[in-house]
């Protein structure tokens, strides 16, 4: 393969002006075959071959022409190149006559390298295979059998009919002109193919550099529906008739040619090309040797051909290229179509009264299915049958047609050149014939090398003078018997010119035949005529053949006189012509594939899978890498590697390659996506355990968003940010201090939970939790986002000022800030991917304008910000005065806040003494209260000192216990703080509760004051009495405030309670006074009725009571009555 | 709106007109329009401040509404600020010192400093120290639920940047007086006492519409803050329009020969010793104002940035100026 791209790309940058020169030693090469074989006579189908291959060629276009030549040039150099090696490994003990220098003038595969004699050594080792084989005379190795049998064999592949012919008297220059023609009908066949692959080149080159619609699909696939249904309506008729022998005959296979490419394995090479030009190409590195791998290729193909039978010689070669060719025939579905089936009578009633013999191609796989084809001839005369009958029938010249018919002639002309000439025979005939012509060759062997063969090289040469610089060229190369191999162009030049100079083959064949005639008579011995008359069939057949010949240049007139100006329109969409050919049956099936997948113009679910194939993947490996190179010299740091491994894989590829069917290798890639699907990863795969259980991969794909991702990323401005809202939440601290202090200034009563103590907790951003997520990209999730962002918002609400936010404002402007972000992000895609414009100097450099980006980043970012309303004074003013100088501003207020609580607190502490709360104590310490704030200024505020209290009780500090002060700042401070209490002043030991007085030990008391408790715990019925102290709250008494003087002046006050029921009290004794004054009434009967007026004023009228009539009803119903 | 009859400024806006730098007398229309302008200004801040109002629940506006109004602003802010400041000194000064300071009462605009370098010496500074400050409401001190008076030994930064603003102006009235004779200088300061509302709080409140925009009886503050930012208003549309007859001018300059190239070169003598300054000859015509106006309220993108790639159209408020 590799070769091929070599000698393509070169051939195809060869300056034109080489062409002449090289066209010479091509060209004769060409054209001798027929001369030879026309000559024969009897070699018509040979002839037919020759012909048509001339025509063909000379039918061909310039270009195709062109790139052969090119083609065998650089084959040439390379060879040449080789050439030296190969002298190297010259085999002694085989004919030393043949140099490697021979080889390198047939122009053979690109790696042609192996001389003759390798190929004959292989030859050797195959013909013994083909014995053991057969399974006739084993052990036949002397040179001269080889010989033989390799002339046979050449000839059976060249031109069957040769060695047979009555003409080949003399065998060993035969064998040797028939070795000349075997290549020379092999070059030929190989250049046709070449030829095509030249095309399918130009076209797969193209497929990287344009885009080709789909449009045409649909087409395809109706059109390869319809050859799929012949095919199988020709399958259908012929499955009666049984395959043709075990299949196992890979009888003729001995390869003769030097290189393996050429090596003649039949029709199939032209399936396993591909493998042998590859192996060809890289055979250095292959470690086995051209038997082995004959062998083993011959192996390969063993079973492979439908065609192959056991009994037929010939048969799958010449079946499988005749099938290929029907193929691909049929697959030229613009015009092949009205081709494809029998023409009816519906649609020509008449036709059958002008055509005799109908045929299409449908017919024609059908004959060919039935093995009715015994040559290449009968095969060829049936196609050009159809074409024949077409023009025929439709004689308009501007039939349609006629024209469809005319290109396929055309392309029917350039496909048989790949038929090898070959004749079915049965095997037995055949051997027999190869035992025959073996003795001959032993016979004749002496001869063969030197007596025959100089005079005709002399001869020869004198009769072409013109061409002596060419031929003294040639002959330098190469030495010794073999010249004559070059020296036949030389004849031969005369022949092509007259070709060039009229394109009427009916005098071209005369002239060769002139020409040929003396050659032939002078060297040709009578045959041994045992196959006359097989040879006399073939000779009748090569008489219609040279009529069909005729009829073909007639055709070929009319395609010079029709196509030409039909193909100018065409020309220019050559390339697309040679596409849509090329491709036809690949799109064919894609667009099947994918039409599978609907129904009804919707997704068939049920539809079958699409499946990658090896093959589809490899081609499309290989298309990627075939356009790497390119890419890798314009920088790109990824291809290197991919580079590498893609050679590392091709080792591993390659043998597979050939042995599975690549037809559909003309697709581009973008035609076949599923190909270039990556491998799925491991963890996505679909595993299950031994019990039948899902096998989870997620473990290993898991990612865990990174830490942080969702807070606030540390800078300067948010250090700043933050540390402006902790110092507002410091200086709010001191603001509900101040609050409390102001409030107790001014209310006259404090309750318990009434100042909360405020306590604001520093912001922490609480991370999001950890989130794990199964691939690389950003982490979605609408809602974590929003809520983060709605953090945020709430952050720079505060850091405004705001201590708290309603949920609904924070809603409100988030859903702002995320409709801003939008069209943030929205402009700036849009500047992002704003046209390029081209680069206004230098970008010429190229020939071709370099393009730039329209904006740079940074004017990107300008202009979105500037669309978006965003200034960047406004940003800068923000981070400047609404953050940076906030901070001082805070920082001041701050400053003021605690001056201010202290001036409140006292009004005379010097502020430089405050602490470090603003306070002037330290924070939740009873430094004010315990009045030992002053011992720092040494100060004994309270003269405990003086009195000497520390030493006498041993305290650490003098500050007054807090439970001894009884006033208001106290009882703020313990509901503030409760826990503070116990922290100091729990110096002494609280005594004993007092013993409560009781009636039991009322005699322990002062004698004066025991009447007093009596009538305490009378009136408490007789209940121990409570202290003052445990009372609740409201029943308490307050205590007495002592004035300076020492004297209480104002009686004591009851508690609220006992004031209130003291009023209640005085109130209804003056009602019951007045009542008593109103009605006079007992008042024993006062109490009850009240009360009972009280409990059951409802039910007493509702439902009566009996029982409780007879107690109370009497004064009750008294009461209403008396009043 | 006939201009003759609702034209009740006029020699107001002439006088400031002076003072922000026209020199030549204008047109009547051109006063007229201005004035229309400056009231359809002062309705809208008042419509503005009315629903401010009525957004925190009270019914009449407040000073504080004025100000948020012009926040964008921070140069007019901070001279706001220090008119009001000045406003203050000088009304504590009037109480102390009972005999009424001209010098203090000049300054209708943005002259307060010059009022109190005219003031006398002594008491002034003193007093000037412990001006009120007028702090906004989205200012610090309003982050916290206690107010603090300030102390006094604390130096505002913003103050700079306001004598900044103001240190401009005045710069550029120092040069227009600078060779003023002393009849000349006695016009200019007289112009520079043209106010909206000193005096004439009552014209004012009629031509503002208030009471019918807005609660009838307004703040004395307000009156004084609205005075200010009506001179502000004037001043800025002149200076626009000055520009825009600068560059008008201008291109008559360098393209007049061609435009109207005959008359033009006809007309044109060489200018003789007693003509008057030629900025003088023609004075600022309507369309210039008309332009400065188009120009002063071309829109910001800020205001139409969220209505970016959705299709609502977006509507435009008038800016004030």
């Given at each position: 393969?590799n070769?091929?791209?070599?000698?393509?790309s070169?051939?195809?940058?060869?300056p034109h002006?080489?062409r002449?020169?090289?066209?010479?030693?091509?060209?004769p090469?060409?054209l001798?075959?027929?001369?030879?074989?026309?000559s024969?006579m009897g070699?018509?189908?040979?002839?037919?071959n020759g012909?048509?291959?001339?025509?063909?060629?000379a039918?061909?276009d310039?270009?195709v022409?062109?790139?052969?030549e090119?083609?065998?040039?650089?084959?040439?150099?390379?060879a040449?190149?080789f050439?030296d090696?190969?002298a190297?490994?010259?085999?002694p003990k085989a004919d030393?006559?043949?140099?490697?220098?021979?080889?390198?003038q047939n122009?053979t595969?690109?790696?042609s390298?192996?001389p003759k004699k390798p190929?004959?050594?292989i030859d050797?080792?195959d013909y013994?295979?083909?014995?053991?084989e057969d399974?006739?005379e084993?052990g036949?190795?002397?040179?001269?059998?080889q010989k033989?049998?390799l002339a046979?064999s050449?000839?059976?592949?060249a031109?069957?009919?040769?060695?047979?012919s009555p003409?080949n008297?003399k065998?060993?220059?035969?064998?040797?002109?028939?070795?000349?023609?075997?290549?020379?009908?092999?070059?030929v066949?190989?250049?046709?193919e070449?030829s095509?692959?030249?095309?399918?080149?130009?076209?797969?080159?193209?497929?990287?550099?344009?885009f080709?619609t789909?449009?045409?699909?649909?087409?395809a696939?109706?059109?390869q529906?319809r050859?799929?249904?012949?095919?199988?309506?020709v399958e259908a008729e012929?499955?009666?008739?049984e395959?043709?022998g075990?299949?196992?005959a890979?009888?003729?296979?001995?390869?003769?040619?030097?290189?393996?490419s050429t090596?003649?394995?039949?029709?199939?090479?032209l399936?396993?090309?591909?493998l042998?030009?590859?192996?060809d190409?890289q055979r250095h590195k292959?470690?086995?040797?051209?038997?082995?791998?004959r062998?083993?290729?011959?192996?390969?193909?063993k079973?492979r051909?439908?065609?192959?039978?056991?009994?037929?010689?010939n048969?799958?070669?010449?079946?499988?290229a005749?099938?290929?060719?029907l193929?691909?025939?049929k697959?030229?579905?613009?015009n092949?179509?009205p081709?494809?089936?029998?023409?009816s009578?519906?649609e020509?009633?008449?036709y059958?009264?002008f055509i005799?013999?109908?045929?299409d191609?449908?017919?024609m796989?059908k004959?060919?299915?039935?093995?009715q084809?015994k040559?290449k001839?009968d095969?060829?005369?049936?196609?050009?049958l159809?074409?024949?009958?077409?023009?025929?029938y439709?004689?308009d010249?501007?039939?349609?047609?006629?024209?469809k018919?005319?290109?396929?002639q055309?392309?029917?002309d350039?496909?048989?050149i790949?038929i090898?000439?070959?004749?079915?025979?049965d095997?037995?005939?055949?051997?027999a014939?190869e035992?025959?012509?073996?003795?001959?060759?032993?016979?004749?062997?002496g001869?063969?090398?030197?007596?025959?063969e100089e005079?005709?090289?002399a001869?020869?040469?004198?009769?072409?003078?013109?061409?002596?610089?060419k031929?003294?060229?040639?002959?330098?190369?190469r030495k010794g018997?073999?010249t004559i191999?070059e020296?036949?162009?030389v004849?031969?030049?005369k022949p092509?010119?007259?070709?060039?100079a009229?394109n009427?083959?009916?005098?071209n064949?005369?002239?060769r035949?002139d020409?040929d005639?003396?050659?032939?008579?002078g060297?040709s011995t009578p045959?041994p005529?045992t196959?006359?008359?097989l040879m006399?069939?073939?000779i009748?057949?090569?008489a219609?053949g040279?009529q069909a010949d005729?009829?073909?240049?007639?055709g070929?007139?009319?395609i010079n006189?029709l196509?030409v100006p039909?193909?100018?329109?065409?020309l220019?969409?050559?390339?697309?012509?040679t596409?849509?050919?090329?491709?036809k049956k690949?799109?064919?099936?894609?667009?099947q594939?994918?039409?599978?997948?609907?129904?009804?113009?919707?997704?068939?679910?049920?539809g079958?899978?699409l499946l990658?194939?090896?093959?589809?993947?490899r081609?499309?490996m290989r298309?990627?890498?075939k356009n790497l190179p390119?890419?890798?010299?314009s920088?790109?740091p990824?291809?290197?590697?991919?580079?590498?491994?893609?050679?590392?894989a091709v080792?591993?590829?390659t043998?597979?390659e050939?042995?599975?069917?690549?037809?559909?290798t003309l697709?581009p890639d973008?035609y076949d996506?599923?190909?270039?699907i990556?491998?799925?990863p491991e963890?996505?795969?679909w595993?299950?355990?031994?019990?039948?259980?899902v096998?989870?991969h997620?473990?290993?794909?898991l990612?865990?968003?990174?830490k942080?991702h969702f807070s606030?990323?540390?800078?300067i401005?948010t250090?700043k940010?933050?540390?402006n809202m902790?110092?507002m939440?410091?200086?709010r601290?001191i603001?509900?201090k101040?609050?409390v202090?102001?409030?107790?200034?001014?209310q006259?009563q404090?309750?318990?939970?009434?100042f909360?103590?405020y306590?604001?907790q520093?912001?922490?951003?609480?991370?999001?939790?950890?989130i794990?997520?199964s691939?690389d990209g950003p982490f979605?999730?609408?809602y974590?986002?929003?809520a983060?962002?709605?953090?945020?918002?709430?952050?720079?609400f505060?850091?405004?000022?705001?201590e708290?936010?309603q949920?609904a404002a924070l809603?409100a402007?988030t859903?702002?800030?995320?409709q801003?972000f939008?069209g943030l992000?929205?402009s700036l895609?849009?500047?992002n991917?704003?046209?390029?414009?081209?680069?206004?100097?230098?970008?010429?450099?190229?020939?071709?304008p370099a393009?730039?980006r329209?904006?740079?980043?940074e004017?990107?970012?300008?202009?979105?910000?500037?669309?978006?309303?965003?200034?960047?004074?406004a940003?800068?003013?923000?981070?400047k005065d609404?953050?940076?100088?906030?901070?001082g501003?805070?920082g001041?207020?701050?400053?003021?806040?605690?001056?201010?609580?202290a001036?409140?607190l006292r009004?005379?502490?010097d502020p430089?003494?405050?602490g470090p709360?603003?306070?002037?104590f330290?924070d939740?310490?009873e430094?004010?209260?315990?009045g030992d704030?002053?011992?720092d200024i040494?100060?004994?505020y309270f003269?405990?000192?003086e009195?000497?209290?520390m030493?006498?009780?041993g305290?650490?500090s003098?500050?007054v216990?807090?439970?001894l002060?009884q006033?208001?700042?106290y009882?703020?401070?313990?509901?503030q703080?409760?826990?503070?209490?116990?922290?100091s002043g729990?110096?002494?030991?609280?005594?004993a509760?007092?013993e409560p007085?009781?009636?039991?030990n009322?005699g322990?008391?002062?004698g004066?004051v025991?009447q007093f408790?009596?009538n305490k715990?009378?009136?408490?019925?007789?209940?121990p009495l409570i202290?003052?102290?445990?009372?609740p709250?409201?029943q308490?008494?307050?205590?007495?405030?002592?004035?300076?003087t020492?004297?209480i002046t104002s009686?004591r006050k009851?508690p609220?309670?006992?004031?209130?029921q003291?009023a209640k009290?005085?109130?209804k004794?003056?009602e019951?006074?007045?009542e008593?004054?109103?009605?006079?009434?007992?008042p024993?009967?006062v109490?009850?009725t009240?009360?009972?007026?009280?409990d059951?004023?409802?039910?007493?009228?509702?439902?009566?009571?009996p029982?409780?009539?007879?107690d109370?009803?009497?004064?009750?119903?008294?009461?209403?009555e008396?009043m | 709106?006939?201009?003759e009859k609702?034209a009740?400024?006029?020699?107001?806006i002439?006088?400031?007109?002076f003072?922000?730098g026209?020199?030549?007398e204008?047109?009547p229309?051109?006063?007229?329009?201005?004035e229309q302008?400056?009231?359809?200004?002062?309705?809208?801040?008042?419509?503005?401040?009315?629903?401010?109002?009525?957004?925190?629940?009270n019914?009449?506006?407040s000073t504080?509404d004025l100000m948020?109004?012009?926040r964008?602003?921070k140069?007019?802010?901070?001279?706001?600020?220090?008119f009001?400041?000045?406003?203050?000194?000088r009304?504590?000064?009037k109480?102390?010192?009972?005999?009424p300071e001209?010098?203090?009462?000049?300054?209708?605009?943005?002259?307060a400093?010059g009022a109190?370098?005219?003031?006398?010496?002594?008491?002034v500074p003193a007093?000037?120290?412990?001006k009120?400050?007028?702090d906004l409401?989205w200012?610090?001190?309003s982050?916290?639920s206690e107010q603090?008076?300030a102390?006094?030994?604390?130096?505002?930064e913003?103050?700079?940047e306001?004598n900044?603003?103001?240190?401009?102006r005045?710069?550029?009235?120092?040069?227009?007086?600078k060779d003023m004779?002393?009849?000349d200088?006695?016009?200019?300061s007289?112009?520079?006492?043209a106010?909206?509302?000193?005096r004439?709080g009552?014209?004012?409140r009629e031509?503002?519409?208030?009471?019918?925009?807005?609660?009838a009886k307004?703040?004395?503050?307000?009156i004084d803050?609205?005075g200010?930012?009506?001179?502000?208003?004037v001043?800025?549309l002149?200076?626009e329009a000055?520009?825009v007859?600068?560059?008008?001018?201008?291109?008559k300059?360098r393209?007049?020969q061609d435009?109207?190239g005959?008359k033009?070169t006809?007309?044109?003598?060489e200018?003789?010793?007693?003509d008057?300054?030629e900025?003088e000859r023609e004075p600022?015509q309507?369309?210039?104002?008309?332009?400065?106006f188009r120009?002063?309220?071309?829109?910001?993108?800020k205001?139409?940035?969220l209505?970016?790639?959705?299709?609502?159209?977006h509507?435009?408020?008038l800016r004030?100026?």
């Amino acid at each position: 393969m590799n070769g091929y791209h070599i000698s393509h790309s070169s051939s195809r940058n060869f300056p034109h002006g080489a062409r002449p020169s090289s066209a010479h030693p091509f060209n004769p090469g060409r054209l001798r075959t027929p001369n030879i074989t026309d000559s024969d006579m009897g070699g018509a189908a040979t002839g037919n071959n020759g012909g048509v291959s001339a025509e063909g060629v000379a039918q061909d276009d310039a270009r195709v022409l062109q790139f052969r030549e090119h083609y065998l040039q650089s084959e040439r150099r390379l060879a040449a190149l080789f050439a030296d090696k190969d002298a190297l490994s010259d085999d002694p003990k085989a004919d030393s006559h043949q140099t490697s220098g021979n080889s390198t003038q047939n122009a053979t595969a690109p790696s042609s390298a192996p001389p003759k004699k390798p190929a004959r050594t292989i030859d050797e080792d195959d013909y013994g295979d083909e014995d053991d084989e057969d399974g006739a005379e084993p052990g036949q190795t002397s040179p001269l059998q080889q010989k033989s049998a390799l002339a046979a064999s050449g000839r059976g592949f060249a031109s069957p009919a040769a060695p047979l012919s009555p003409f080949n008297h003399k065998p060993p220059l035969h064998r040797l002109s028939s070795i000349d023609q075997a290549k020379h009908s092999d070059d030929v066949r190989r250049q046709a193919e070449e030829s095509k692959e030249a095309l399918e080149e130009a076209a797969k080159r193209s497929f990287h550099t344009l885009f080709y619609t789909l449009e045409n699909d649909r087409v395809a696939m109706l059109e390869q529906q319809r050859i799929d249904e012949l095919d199988r309506q020709v399958e259908a008729e012929t499955s009666g008739q049984e395959p043709n022998g075990t299949g196992n005959a890979a009888v003729v296979a001995a390869p003769q040619q030097g290189s393996l490419s050429t090596a003649n394995l039949g029709a199939s090479s032209l399936m396993l090309k591909h493998l042998l030009a590859r192996v060809d190409g890289q055979r250095h590195k292959v470690h086995a040797n051209d038997t082995q791998l004959r062998r083993l290729i011959s192996e390969v193909r063993k079973n492979r051909s439908k065609w192959a039978s056991e009994d037929k010689v010939n048969q799958e070669e010449l079946y499988e290229a005749a099938e290929k060719v029907l193929q691909e025939l049929k697959a030229m579905t613009e015009n092949s179509l009205p081709f494809l089936n029998k023409v009816s009578k519906r649609e020509a009633p008449d036709y059958y009264n002008f055509i005799k013999n109908p045929m299409d191609i449908g017919s024609m796989m059908k004959k060919l299915k039935g093995f009715q084809y015994k040559s290449k001839k009968d095969f060829v005369d049936d196609l050009h049958l159809i074409w024949t009958n077409c023009l025929k029938y439709n004689t308009d010249p501007q039939h349609p047609l006629r024209k469809k018919a005319l290109v396929m002639q055309k392309h029917t002309d350039r496909l048989v050149i790949l038929i090898p000439d070959l004749v079915v025979r049965d095997r037995a005939e055949v051997e027999a014939e190869e035992r025959r012509n073996a003795s001959l060759d032993a016979d004749l062997d002496g001869i063969e090398d030197s007596e025959d063969e100089e005079p005709i090289m002399a001869s020869r040469g004198r009769k072409a003078p013109s061409k002596t610089g060419k031929k003294g060229n040639a002959t330098t190369a190469r030495k010794g018997p073999n010249t004559i191999s070059e020296d036949t162009p030389v004849p031969d030049v005369k022949p092509q010119v007259l070709n060039m100079a009229s394109n009427n083959s009916l005098r071209n064949n005369y002239l060769r035949a002139d020409s040929d005639a003396p050659m032939e008579n002078g060297f040709s011995t009578p045959p041994p005529g045992t196959l006359t008359p097989l040879m006399n069939g073939v000779i009748v057949n090569g008489a219609g053949g040279s009529q069909a010949d005729a009829s073909e240049g007639e055709g070929m007139g009319n395609i010079n006189d029709l196509a030409v100006p039909t193909e100018e329109p065409e020309l220019d969409d050559q390339v697309y012509q040679t596409w849509k050919q090329l491709t036809k049956k690949a799109r064919a099936s894609i667009a099947q594939d994918r039409n599978r997948m609907f129904r009804n113009d919707r997704i068939n679910p049920e539809g079958p899978a699409l499946l990658r194939s090896k093959a589809g993947m490899r081609r499309w490996m290989r298309q990627q890498k075939k356009n790497l190179p390119q890419e890798e010299s314009s920088s790109d740091p990824a291809t290197p590697e991919t580079g590498k491994d893609a050679a590392q894989a091709v080792p591993g590829e390659t043998l597979a390659e050939g042995m599975e069917e690549e037809d559909d290798t003309l697709l581009p890639d973008y035609y076949d996506p599923l190909s270039g699907i990556p491998e799925i990863p491991e963890r996505l795969s679909w595993e299950e355990d031994a019990n039948g259980n899902v096998v989870m991969h997620n473990e290993e794909c898991l990612r865990m968003i990174p830490k942080g991702h969702f807070s606030m990323p540390q800078s300067i401005l948010t250090q700043k940010m933050e540390a402006n809202m902790r110092q507002m939440q410091e200086t709010r601290k001191i603001c509900a201090k101040i609050g409390v202090v102001k409030q107790m200034q001014l209310q006259a009563q404090m309750y318990s939970n009434q100042f909360q103590k405020y306590d604001p907790q520093p912001f922490i951003e609480v991370p999001a939790p950890p989130i794990v997520v199964s691939d690389d990209g950003p982490f979605m999730a609408p809602y974590v986002c929003r809520a983060t962002l709605q953090r945020a918002v709430g952050k720079i609400f505060y850091h405004a000022g705001y201590e708290e936010t309603q949920p609904a404002a924070l809603e409100a402007v988030t859903d702002v800030a995320i409709q801003f972000f939008h069209g943030l992000v929205q402009s700036l895609n849009l500047y992002n991917e704003s046209c390029k414009v081209k680069t206004p100097a230098d970008g010429l450099v190229k020939g071709e304008p370099a393009y730039q980006r329209r904006f740079s980043y940074e004017e990107t970012i300008l202009h979105t910000l500037d669309e978006n309303g965003v200034e960047l004074d406004a940003l800068e003013s923000y981070v400047k005065d609404d953050v940076d100088r906030l901070g001082g501003k805070l920082g001041v207020m701050h400053e003021r806040m605690r001056s201010h609580l202290a001036d409140l607190l006292r009004p005379a502490l010097d502020p430089n003494q405050t602490g470090p709360d603003g306070v002037g104590f330290n924070d939740q310490s009873e430094q004010f209260v315990g009045g030992d704030f002053a011992e720092d200024i040494g100060e004994d505020y309270f003269g405990f000192k003086e009195l000497g209290l520390m030493e006498e009780f041993g305290l650490s500090s003098l500050s007054v216990p807090l439970h001894l002060l009884q006033n208001r700042m106290y009882n703020a401070h313990q509901s503030q703080n409760i826990s503070a209490i116990a922290v100091s002043g729990t110096i002494m030991e609280p005594s004993a509760p007092f013993e409560p007085v009781t009636i039991e030990n009322i005699g322990n008391e002062i004698g004066i004051v025991q009447q007093f408790f009596l009538n305490k715990l009378s009136v408490n019925n007789e209940n121990p009495l409570i202290e003052d102290e445990d009372l609740p709250v409201k029943q308490r008494f307050p205590k007495p405030r002592l004035p300076p003087t020492g004297k209480i002046t104002s009686p004591r006050k009851r508690p609220i309670r006992e004031q209130q029921q003291m009023a209640k009290k005085k109130r209804k004794l003056e009602e019951g006074k007045e009542e008593v004054n109103g009605v006079i009434r007992q008042p024993g009967f006062v109490k009850p009725t009240g009360k009972l007026s009280l409990d059951v004023p409802t039910s007493k009228e509702n439902v009566p009571d009996p029982e409780k009539g007879v107690d109370d009803d009497a004064p009750g119903m008294m009461s209403p009555e008396s009043m | 709106m006939s201009s003759e009859k609702t034209a009740k400024y006029r020699t107001e806006i002439q006088q400031m007109m002076f003072v922000s730098g026209e020199t030549a007398e204008p047109a009547p229309d051109t006063t007229t329009l201005v004035e229309q302008i400056v009231q359809q200004q002062v309705m809208e801040m008042l419509r503005d401040c009315t629903a401010l109002a009525t957004r925190r629940g009270n019914r009449s506006i407040s000073t504080d509404d004025l100000m948020m109004l012009i926040r964008h602003d921070k140069p007019k802010l901070a001279r706001l600020r220090h008119f009001l400041q000045w406003k203050d000194v000088r009304k504590n000064v009037k109480e102390t010192e009972n005999p009424p300071e001209a010098g203090a009462d000049v300054a209708g605009g943005d002259d307060a400093l010059g009022a109190a370098v005219a003031g006398p010496a002594g008491p002034v500074p003193a007093k000037a120290n412990k001006k009120a400050r007028v702090d906004l409401v989205w200012d610090v001190p309003s982050f916290f639920s206690e107010q603090v008076p300030a102390r006094d030994d604390e130096e505002d930064e913003e103050e700079e940047e306001m004598n900044h603003a103001t240190l401009e102006r005045l710069k550029y009235a120092d040069e227009r007086t600078k060779d003023m004779s002393r009849e000349d200088y006695m016009h200019w300061s007289e112009c520079r006492q043209a106010s909206f509302t000193f005096r004439k709080g009552k014209r004012f409140r009629e031509w503002a519409g208030f009471g019918v925009i807005t609660d009838a009886k307004p703040n004395d503050d307000i009156i004084d803050i609205l005075g200010f930012l009506t001179f502000e208003i004037v001043q800025t549309l002149t200076e626009e329009a000055l520009k825009v007859k600068a560059a008008e001018e201008m291109w008559k300059k360098r393209n007049g020969q061609d435009g109207k190239g005959g008359k033009n070169t006809k007309r044109k003598r060489e200018p003789g010793l007693f003509d008057w300054p030629e900025e003088e000859r023609e004075p600022v015509q309507p369309n210039h104002i008309r332009e400065g106006f188009r120009r002063l309220q071309r829109p910001h993108n800020k205001g139409r940035a969220l209505s970016n790639f959705s299709r609502q159209s977006h509507r435009r408020a008038l800016r004030l100026i």
